[in-house]
C-alpha cells in the first residue's frame, strides 16, 4: 500500500503552491508588501513555473503603478489634453486614430507611462524585470502573457473536434430516449 509521502508528486506540490500563490494574490486582507514577500519566495523556490511567478509579481506592480500613475503631473496633463479632444469629438477614438494631436498625445501618454512603471519595478526592487520592460517589451509581454495563463488557462479536452462532435450527439441521443 502506497503512503502519503510516495503519492506526493511533483504536479500536485506544484498545484498546492500554485493555489496558494492564487488564494494570496486575491486576498485584499494581505498587504502589498506582504504579497510581494510571499510571491519573491516561491520564485526562488522554484516550485512554480518561472512565468507564474514573473505574472504575480508583475501584475501586483502594474496595479500599485496603475494607482500611482494618476499623481504624475506629466500624466494628468496629458489625461486632460486627451479628454479635451475626446468630448469634443463624441468619444475616445480608436487607437491610432483621432486627429493629429489626440494621435501625438497617446504616444506622449504611452511613452510616460513605460517610464513609469520601469521606475516602479525599480522602485520595488525589480531590477531585471524593469530591463526586461525596458530592453525587450515584446518578451516581457510575452512572459507576463503565459505567467497569466498559467492561472487561467482555460480547460481543452484533449479529443478532437470529430470524437467531440460524436460524444454531444450520443448524449442528445440518450435525453431523446430519455424522453
Known amino acids: 500500500m502506497q503512503g502519503a509521502a510516495e503519492r506526493i508528486t511533483e504536479k500536485s506540490v506544484e498545484g498546492h503552491w500554485r493555489f ?4 494570496v494574490l486575491g486576498d485584499d486582507r494581505i ?6 514577500k510571499t510571491f519573491r519566495h516561491i520564485r526562488s523556490l522554484g516550485v512554480l513555473p518561472e512565468e507564474a511567478t514573473f505574472f504575480l509579481i508583475e501584475s501586483l506592480i502594474s496595479t500599485d503603478h496603475e494607482e500611482r500613475r494618476h499623481d504624475d503631473a506629466e500624466m494628468i496633463q496629458i489625461e486632460k489634453e486627451m479628454t479635451v479632444i475626446e468630448e469634443r469629438f463624441f468619444g475616445i477614438p480608436d487607437p491610432g486614430r483621432g486627429p493629429k494631436r489626440y494621435r501625438l498625445l497617446e504616444k506622449r501618454w504611452e511613452a510616460r507611462n513605460k517610464v513609469l512603471l520601469t521606475e516602479a519595478f525599480r522602485r520595488q526592487g525589480e531590477e531585471d524585470m ?6 525587450d517589451e515584446v518578451r516581457f509581454d510575452g512572459l507576463s502573457r503565459e505567467g497569466g ?5 482555460v480547460y481543452k479536452p484533449e479529443w478532437t473536434s470529430e470524437a467531440a462532435a460524436r460524444r454531444v450527439e ?3 441521443r440518450a435525453l431523446r430516449a430519455e424522453a
Open 170 to 172: 450520443a448524449g442528445q
Open 130 to 135: 524593469a530591463r526586461l520592460h525596458e530592453e
Open 20 to 23: 496558494l500563490a492564487w488564494s
Open 31 to 36: 498587504t502589498h508588501e506582504e504579497k510581494l
Open 149 to 153: 495563463d498559467y492561472f487561467y488557462r
